[in-house]
């Protein structure tokens, strides 16, 4: 009996052994092929930006933004619409839209592994977080702006990614729990089919979320409302676990980045910029 018992041990520690090295291989050869992807984009966006670094780009149907015009409508001498000055526009991001016209920013931090694609697919929920910038699967992701963003006037851009285990994508974020980490990498650049946006961190927190209860920061996309923009602002700055010096005011966007945080159930890693300079 005991032999009986013996032999089947080792039957089912040997299946298991045999799973385990299979799900291994399986991860390893998702993260081959995720790193073959990013390197490829990379190499599209790299090459682009060495062959022609910037172009200068006007878009004439572009206006002001509303709540930035401080031209009063009631006078009819002055014409609100104003020819907008030339913007120089990536190159590298330029390539990679014409790749998909999904990619519609490249964000980095500088000095850090974060440096990437950022997809808009307002068609469908979640859309890129189980697909490669070619929109085929991959446990990676890709960075996706939430979909009920506005990607042109929204007062919030919300961009998601995964925290993955082998430092890739919003990894890094984590970081950004040490206050020296912040201090190093408090500038976020985006670049945007418009021209380069430019971030400073503001807050940073971690939040459960689907709770029921909790600080819904992911609904906070286009309000056109001062009043829930600063009521925003100001519980983002009360959960913040350091402070940083910066705030903001209505009419600055804000950027916020959010991943997987795992001291939690359902935790959430987010961090919240603020544009240097309001758009022109």
């Not at 039957?11 to 298991?16: A, G, K, N, Q, Y």
């Not at 401080?70 to 000055?85: F, G, H, R």
């Amino acid at each position: 009996m005991r032999r009986w018992l013996s032999v089947m041990l080792f039957i089912i520690s040997i299946v298991l052994l045999s799973i385990s090295i299979l799900s291994l291989i399986g991860l390893f050869r998702e993260y081959r092929e995720a790193n073959e992807i990013n390197d490829k984009i990379q190499q599209i966006h790299a090459a682009a930006e060495q062959s022609e670094e910037t172009v200068i780009s006007t878009d004439p149907k572009e206006t002001s933004r509303p709540s930035e015009t401080t031209v009063p409508v009631e006078s009819p001498a002055i014409e609100l619409e104003q020819p907008l000055p030339e913007r120089e526009v990536d190159a590298g991001l330029l390539a990679l839209h014409e790749e998909n016209q999904d990619c519609i920013y490249w964000l980095t931090i500088p000095n850090t592994v974060i440096n990437y694609p950022v997809m808009y697919h307002p068609q469908e929920k979640d859309y890129y977080l189980r697909r490669d910038f070619y929109g085929d699967y991959s446990g990676s992701g890709t960075l996706y702006l939430d979909e009920d963003c506005d990607p042109e006037w929204g007062d919030n851009l919300i961009i998601y990614g995964h925290h993955m285990n082998n430092g890739t994508m919003f990894a890094a974020l984590e970081n950004y729990k040490s206050e020296d980490f912040y201090k190093e990498h408090s500038q976020i650049i985006l670049q945007t089919l418009r021209g380069k946006e430019t971030y400073r961190v503001m807050a940073v927190f971690t939040t459960p979320v689907y709770t029921g209860n909790d600080f819904a920061y992911y609904n906070f996309t286009v309000t056109g409302d001062p009043t829930v923009y600063e009521s925003f602002v100001k519980e983002c700055l009360s959960r913040s676990l350091y402070e940083t010096g910066e705030t903001a005011v209505y009419g600055r966007r804000l950027l916020t980045l959010s991943t997987c945080e795992y001291s939690q159930k359902n935790g959430r890693m987010v961090v919240v910029a603020v544009r240097v300079h309001n758009k022109v």
